[in-house]
């Protein structure tokens, strides 16, 4: 059988594309294949973003701050995030919404295989897996089958570890998340704390770096450890849940399009902030275009903005910065939350910032680093 869409991969990404192809009534009667060699009943991911107002997956969040706090040697502000609002969604609520979902449809055929290739034939794709061969009009893919090679010479690696806790007495304020604590120690690369409480006795904690390669295990246990006794105070806590992860910060090409009517999504399609590592709402702008293109009748190949451009731009000029160590993270988030207000900032890492606003965050960095690494990022 031939499908409309096939959805290789059933992700964030995935899902995010299935859902809106399903809420939009001239596209919810496609046919569509999602693949994918795992079914999702584990709660492996959790997703942070921001937006001004109610989001398609608002009735999901399961925590949202107002206030966030930003610590390093010399500064420790509370910041009022004005429009936004920073919210938080575990994985396994996101996939048992959409799959729930979409089970109103007779017309999405999931299926659990693993993909081994994905090609272009005539006017279709088609995705190979071990067991069978499936071909439809365009093929969505989120897997690694494209990704460029990373290296320590394009590449820094955001890589973290983090606990929800539980206390045995109240502990935290529930209304203020702590986004980036750089009072931990430098020596591994540029290295925070990331504190989200959802209650009085409950929060995230994690341990966050950016830097070449990622850590052994125990040295991320160290830390956490180390962390909610000495900086938190707290002795007494269960550890409800683990989760691990590594995202890409890179200068590599991640392609939209690889092969005709095969179009990336996600990480695999250059959707991360190469700068942040942020993922959730970079995906969701993602395929609203294309379901608005493919609603029209175009073609859901995306052709990137001006505006896009100028912000993937400004962040290979970061990563440049980083990897030639001309400053470390730690200076440059230290100097953009002195002297910015924390809507501007979250507005700049959003890519919904006006030029003037990009002028007058850039212009309290050093100016020889950024230059330089700004000139070669034109390459």
Not at 1 to 16: Q, R, T
Not at 110 to 131: G, R
Not at 340 to 349: M, R, V
Not at 367 to 372: D, G, N, V
Request: proline letters at 4%.
């Amino acid at each position: 059988m031939k499908y409309d869409y096939i959805i290789a991969g059933s992700g964030c990404s995935g899902l995010s594309l299935l859902y809106k192809i399903l809420q939009t009534p001239s596209l919810q009667k496609k046919s569509i294949l999602v693949i994918d060699k795992n079914q999702k009943k584990n709660n492996d991911r959790t997703w942070c973003f921001w937006e001004k107002n109610p989001g398609s997956f608002e009735s999901i969040v399961y925590a949202r701050w107002n206030t966030l706090e930003f610590i390093s040697d010399d500064t420790n502000k509370k910041v009022d995030l004005g429009p936004y609002t920073y919210k938080m969604i575990q994985g396994i609520h996101f996939y048992n919404f959409v799959l729930e979902y979409a089970k109103k449809f007779k017309n999405v055929v999931f299926i659990q295989e693993s993909i081994i290739d994905i090609d272009s034939i005539f006017n279709e794709a088609k995705v190979i897996t071990k067991k069978n061969t499936y071909t439809g009009k365009y093929v969505f893919n989120s897997t690694n089958l494209f990704n460029p090679k990373i290296n320590k010479q394009n590449s820094l690696l955001q890589h973290f570890k983090g606990w929800n806790i539980k206390t045995v007495d109240p502990a935290f304020n529930s209304k203020v998340g702590k986004l980036m604590d750089f009072s931990v120690s430098q020596e591994n690369g540029t290295t925070f704390m990331y504190v989200l409480p959802t209650s009085s006795t409950n929060a995230l904690v994690e341990y966050t770096l950016f830097s070449p390669s990622p850590l052994k295990q125990e040295k991320y246990i160290k830390e956490l450890k180390k962390y909610i006794k000495e900086v938190l105070k707290i002795e007494k806590y269960t550890i409800e849940h683990e989760e691990f992860g590594i995202i890409p910060m890179s200068l590599a090409k991640f392609e939209q399009n690889p092969k005709p009517n095969v179009i990336n999504l996600g990480t695999s399609g250059g959707y991360t902030k190469a700068s942040s590592g942020y993922t959730f709402q970079f995906i969701q702008k993602n395929v609203l275009d294309i379901v608005k293109n493919l609603k029209a009748g175009k073609s859901p190949v995306q052709n990137l903005s001006f505006k896009n451009k100028i912000y993937r731009w400004y962040d290979r000029t970061l990563i440049n910065v980083l990897l030639t160590k001309k400053l470390t993270g730690k200076e440059i988030f230290t100097i953009m939350f002195k002297k910015n207000s924390a809507h501007k900032i979250l507005a700049f890492l959003g890519n919904e910032s006006t030029i003037t606003e990009d002028i007058l965050i850039m212009k309290n960095f050093p100016k020889i680093p950024f230059l330089l690494a700004g000139i070669k990022s034109l390459k």
